[in-house]
């Protein structure tokens, strides 16, 4: 079993920064592929971005590409988002996510944190 626990979600003014966190415990957490998943009220819940288990490769929605950086430390066992000049369609739900071995880009992971709250005003 895997416990994930999100951090530092709020509310911030357009052109903003955020920088969420995402702690693991329970797993060997280098074995563990970790996501960002959003979901804003009535629409599906979609891809942001992915990191591998080494950090080597990272995978990013298009429209976040540029603004937001994933990143992990695997001897914190701990993954961030930072979130740069947001947008009040960044506005959602964001839950952190993990699976062993490969990245998905749909939700299709094996456990789920409980998500945190980003609200972007304009």
């Known amino acids: 079993q895997v416990q994930l626990v999100e951090s530092g979600g709020g509310l911030v003014q357009a052109g903003g920064s955020l920088r969420l966190s995402c702690a693991a415990s329970g797993r060997t957490f280098s074995m563990l592929a970790i996501a960002w998943f959003r979901q804003a009220p009535g629409k599906e819940r979609e891809f942001v971005a992915a990191?591998?288990?080494?950090?080597?490769?990272?995978y990013y929605a298009d429209s976040v590409k540029g603004r937001f950086t994933i990143s992990r430390d695997n001897a914190k066992n701990t993954v961030s988002l930072k979130m740069n000049s947001l947008k009040p369609e960044d506005t959602a739900v964001y839950y952190c996510?993990?699976?062993?071995?490969?990245?998905?880009?749909?939700?299709?992971?094996?456990?789920w944190g409980q998500g945190t709250q980003v609200t972007v005003s304009s």
């Open positions: 990191i591998s288990r080494s950090g080597d490769s990272t």
């Open positions: 996510a993990a699976r062993g071995f490969s990245i998905l880009m749909v939700p299709e992971y094996d456990y």
